[in-house]
Nanobody, 126 residues
Framework: QVQLVESGGGLVQAGASLRLTCAAS????????VAWFRQAPGKEREFVAAIFRSASNVYYADSVKGRFTISRDVAQNTVGLQMNGLKPEDTAVYYC???????????????????WGQGTQVTVSS
């Protein structure tokens, strides 16, 4: 079992930065694939970024590439999402997800993840 708790959301103006943190317990984060997804009102949950288990490979949605950075802190057993240059269209609830056995080809598929946090709201005003 893996328990995930997100933090760091908030209300910011366009162009600002936020850092989200996903704190994991129950399993060493270095052996787990961890991803960030987001869901805006009336929209489906969408992939944002992921860091693959046992490697430093990172992956991003095109919409956030160059603005967001995902990273893993093994000592703290956390995964962070640094979000720079925020836009109003980034407004959503952001979820942390984890899976122990996910294959690379399914990294962007929300249904493939076994563990989810409760989400943290990010609101970007124009």
């Amino acid at each position: 079992q893996v328990q995930l708790v997100e933090s760091g959301g908030g209300l910011v103006q366009a162009g600002a930065s936020l850092r989200l943190t996903c704190a994991a317990s129950g399993r060493t984060i270095s052996r787990t694939t961890v991803a960030w997804f987001r869901q805006a009102p009336g929209k489906e949950r969408e992939f944002v970024a992921a860091i693959f288990r046992s490697a430093s490979n990172v992956y991003y949605a095109d919409s956030v590439k160059g603005r967001f950075t995902i990273s893993r802190d093994v000592a703290q057993n956390t995964v962070g999402l640094q979000m720079n240059g925020l836009k109003p269209e980034d407004t959503a609830v952001y979820y942390c997800a984890a899976d122990n056995g996910l294959i690379l080809g399914l990294l962007r598929v929300a249904d493939e993840y076994d563990y989810w946090g409760q989400g943290t709201q990010v609101t970007v005003s124009s």
